[in-house]
């Protein structure tokens, strides 16, 4: 019914960007927060960020001041802009929709399928 679809991943040096894409798509009425999360290997998934629909957000003290969440509704799209990267920050990341409204009377959380980062030092 509804799918989350990230893009934007890849391999980037220590220092460098990376811009993250997460589209909804499907039945849609509206949507309520929307969020990243990661999983390094052989850890647990870690929250990154999260964004209400009125665009207030939330951040790991890890990423703070170096990652920015933000969203365009119209588009029921979210995004995840990286700067600073460093090796610790690789990961695949994970988008989240934990208040998808199908209809005004119907909820449900959706994950997208992730989308790998990889910073080299």
């Known amino acids: 019914q509804v799918q989350l679809v990230e893009s934007g991943g890849g391999l980037v040096q220590a220092g460098g960007s990376l811009r993250l894409s997460c589209a909804a798509s499907?039945?849609?009425?509206?949507?309520?927060?929307m969020g990243w999360y990661r999983q390094a290997p052989g850890k647990q998934r870690e929250l990154v960020a999260t964004?209400?629909?009125?665009?207030?957000?939330n951040y790991a003290d890890s990423v703070k001041g170096r990652f920015t969440i933000s969203r365009d509704n119209a588009k029921n799209t979210v995004y995840l802009q990286m700067n600073s990267l460093k090796p610790e920050d690789t990961a695949v990341y994970y988008c989240?929709?934990?208040?998808?409204?199908?209809?005004?009377?119907?909820?449900?959380?959706?994950w997208g399928q992730g989308t790998l980062v990889t910073v080299s030092s």
């Open positions: 989240n929709a934990p208040g998808v409204l199908t209809t005004p009377w119907r909820s449900l959380e959706v």
């Open positions: 499907g039945s849609i009425f509206s949507i309520n927060d």
């Open positions: 964004i209400t629909i009125g665009g207030s957000t």
